[in-house]
């Protein structure tokens, strides 16, 4: 090996290092960098916003129920069973769930809702997860934006 092709490889291993783990203040969890700034605060849903994006991410969400799955794991290791914001919220009508940071419509099968949620009601228009307790996991509810939960960011990539 030539020692240009070693400095190649060198190179190659750092970015490889860099795309794998997460900026500082965040965790690699399943394949997403998350960040629970201000916890035990609770916030209403435009200011869970405004401080995910001063920490350079989004409220959370997930595109399959693997990192659902994830997810929920590390928060019920975390052992703090508020409840917190997601990414979701209505757009246009009730009911209609919108990923905020993508524009893109919620996955049904990606997430879990509790047992008569969301209610879709004209007063319900964010997101949150809620430990339940009888099931030892979280499960999504609908709420009021103005109610005030704990939050989970999810660092901002260009996808
Ligand atoms: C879940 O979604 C992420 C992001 O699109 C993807 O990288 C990952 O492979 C998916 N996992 C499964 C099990 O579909």
Known sequence: MNKASGIL?????????????CVPGYSQIGDK????PG???RFDYWSSNELCSVAKGDLFHVQN????EDLNTFLVGLGYY???WTGVAAEGHPGLWVVRSTGFELIPEAVEFKAGSPSNSATNLCLAIEYQADLGRYQWVDYPCSDEYVIVCEYRTCN
């Not at 490889?9 to 783990?21: C, P, S, W, Y």
């Not at 960098?33 to 629970?36: F, Q």
């Open 9 to 21: 490889i060198a190179l190659f291993a750092v970015l490889g290092g860099t795309f794998a783990a």
């Open 33 to 36: 960098c998350y960040t629970v």
């Open 39 to 41: 916890l035990p605060r």
């Open 65 to 68: 129920i693997t990192q659902w």
């Open 82 to 84: 508020d409840t917190y």
